[in-house]
């Protein structure tokens, strides 16, 4: 109903964070573009990597808990649905702690029929956007926001930052890289441009993400809206 049914599959899955790679690529992060500086010319993270990678939809309205008891009601299980909601956004809309999230998604999480509403996808590029702009401002240390997404989108667009032995391909397309530790020893093209358009990778894309309507999104210049936060 919430529209993350793929990110909680993702939530079963141990992903390892490549620090120095990750640091590396924000280094070459440009606030006033929104875009990576590279040797060969700019690139960024798009709305279709969002929707290929995490399988997050694109298109909407911006805007500790156990387990669930087996024999519960409905109400019970809403509020425990709610709870583990409010756990997946901690993956999307991270601060500096890493584990907590803002209150401000509460209102939104009571409201659970409207919450496939949401366009999550653009909202948790928009956040990406903001913490990289922040993080390239001298006197902040600590990086926010989801860095598992920057590093899947790494991996998948430079073939030469990508680890060895990670040739199953699934969907949400970020489960391909499951137990990841890191290796600097995969070398390869700098840079795809054309990525997702492999039939390997097409035979395990979730046909929603492929109705016209979402891919029309991809290539809009348009507004980022995550709250206060447009970029």
């Known amino acids: 109903m919430a529209g993350l049914y793929h990110l ?33 010319g700019e690139c960024t993270i798009t709305l279709q990597d969002v929707a290929y990678q995490l399988g997050l939809p694109v298109d909407g309205s911006y805007e500790t808990f156990g387990e ?7 109400e019970t299980v809403r509020r ?32 659970l029929e409207e919450m496939g509403t ?33 590093q899947f989108w790494i991996f998948w667009r430079f073939p030469r930052f990508r680890p060895e032995g990670y040739e199953t391909f699934s969907w949400p397309l ?13 070398k390869g093209p700098r840079f795809i441009w054309m990525l997702y358009t492999t039939l390997d990778v097409l035979q395990d894309v979730h046909p929603e993400a492929l109705e016209p309507r979402h891919m029309a999104l991809w290539r809009y210049v348009t507004s980022l809206i995550y709250f206060a936060v447009t970029e």
């Open 8 to 40: 909680a599959r993702l939530n079963d899955r141990w992903f390892r964070l490549g620090e120095a790679l990750v640091s590396a690529f924000v280094e070459r992060w440009r606030p006033e573009t929104h875009t990576f500086h590279m040797p060969f």
């Open 68 to 74: 669930c008891p087996k024999v519960a009601d409905d």
């Open 80 to 111: 425990y649905a709610r709870a583990y909601i409010m756990m997946l956004g901690t993956q999307l809309f991270a601060d500096k702690s890493g584990n907590r999230i803002h209150i401000r998604w509460l209102p939104y999480v009571a409201r």
């Open 174 to 186: 970020a489960s391909r890289w499951s137990g990841y530790n890191p290796s600097g020893s995969e």
């Open 118 to 150: 949401y366009s999550w996808g653009s909202a948790a590029l928009a956040w990406l956007y903001r913490c990289m702009c922040r993080v390239a401002n001298r006197h902040v240390v600590k990086l926010a926001g989801l860095l598992q997404l920057l």
